[in-house]
């Protein structure tokens, strides 16, 4: 019987470098009780139109959307409280789940 050639087999290997997009709700990354949930519920009762006055992306027109006044509002004010001091601000900027919360990824300057 005459010898079979060799055949290298196909297979996947594992790519231990490549990025991993996680899958998760923003919405369930904070504690009912968290301060940035609080905060947001204080800004919910206050009139914020003042702050959309200058705004030229209106509904019916050309113009890009705005952030939400709310959002960059918890951001800054919350913000202020977690990046007290540099040593939190170097465990909170790297993307901490609070700030992905609230709005998106936030660096303490």
Known sequence: MPERP???ARRRE??????VIPYELPESTLAPSHA???????LETLDLGEF???????????GHPTHAPRMLLCLW???QDACASERAC???????????SVGSRRGCT
């Open 77 to 79: 004010r919350y913000g």
């Open 14 to 19: 594992p790519v231990r470098e490549q990025a």
């Open 90 to 100: 170097a465990v909170v900027s790297p993307g901490g789940v609070a700030g992905l």
């Open 36 to 42: 940035a949930r609080v905060l947001w519920r204080v």
């Open 6 to 8: 060799t055949r290298k």
């Open 52 to 62: 959309e006055r200058s705004v030229k992306g209106v509904e019916g027109k050309a």
